[in-house]
Antibody, heavy 118, light 107 residues
Framework: EVQLLESGGGLVQPGGSLRLSCAAS????????ISWVRQAPGKGLEWVSA????????YHADSVKGRFTISRDNSKNTLYLQMNSLRAEDTATYYC???????????WGQGTLVTVSS | EIVMTQSPATLSVSPGERATLSCRAS??????LAWYQQKRGQAPRLLIY???TRATGIPARFSGSGSGTEFTLTISSLQSEDFAVYYC?????????FGGGTKVEIK
């Protein structure tokens, strides 16, 4: 059974940094691309970042480009999101989502809440 | 960026009735379109990919159709557990984009 478990969320001040982690199990981690998708309170889904199975290709939404960095450690079956220069509009639940044969998401974690506020 | 527009924003349907949800892309995404269901307080769940292929374990009452810029998700006979928010997502181009969602509520 595929499991994705996010951690690292919390309250951070504007301009601060946070690193999210997503621990994966139940599948061959290095064979699949994985993304971060976020959802602001009461709002819809927004794709944030994606990384290929090998880690050689990364993609970021314009809204986070230059501030967020996605990475993975295939030896630890773990995905990361380093978030710098955080803004109030980054407040959201952050989900990690496993890609399938293409960039749609067949498994999702339960999410971790990031709140950016002074 | 490809903009995905879902309509209606809210759909009021009685149990047992048919629900038809629409998703329009601002440019062609071929058949690279997925649908997700999200219930309150839960993570999204994949329903449909490739515009019309049901994901593993998804009941046959869910069906998807369309290609290019116009897509439809049909729920043939709504069950109580189907009342939720539904999102479409294109994966034809970067950045990946989601529609704003359609909330299916009990009439």
């Amino acid at each position: 059974e595929v499991q994705l478990l996010e951690s690292g969320g919390g309250l951070v001040q504007p301009g601060g940094s946070l690193r999210l982690s997503c621990a994966a199990s139940g599948f061959t981690f290095s064979s699949y691309g994985i993304s971060w998708v976020r959802q602001a309170p009461g709002k819809g889904l927004e794709w944030v970042s994606a990384i290929s199975g090998s880690g050689g290709n990364t993609y970021h939404a314009d809204s986070v480009k230059g501030r967020f960095t996605i990475s993975r450690d295939n030896s630890k079956n773990t995905l990361y999101l380093q978030m710098n220069s955080l803004r109030a509009e980054d407040t959201a639940t952050y989900y990690c989502a496993k890609g399938s044969s293409n960039w749609y998401f067949d498994s999702w974690g339960q999410g971790t809440l990031v709140t950016v506020s002074s | 960026e490809i903009v995905m527009t879902q309509s209606p924003a809210t759909l009021s349907v009685s149990p047992g009735e048919r629900a038809t949800l629409s998703c329009r892309a601002s440019q062609s995404v071929s058949s690279n379109l997925a649908w997700y269901q999200q219930k309150r307080g839960q993570a999204p769940r994949l329903l449909i990919y490739g515009a019309s292929t049901r994901a593993t374990g998804i009941p046959a009452r869910f069906s998807g159709s369309g290609s290019g810029t116009e897509f439809t998700l049909t729920i043939s006979s709504l069950q109580s557990e189907d009342f939720a928010v539904y999102y479409c997502q294109q994966y034809n181009n970067w950045p990946l984009t989601f529609g704003g969602g359609t909330k299916v509520e009990i009439k």
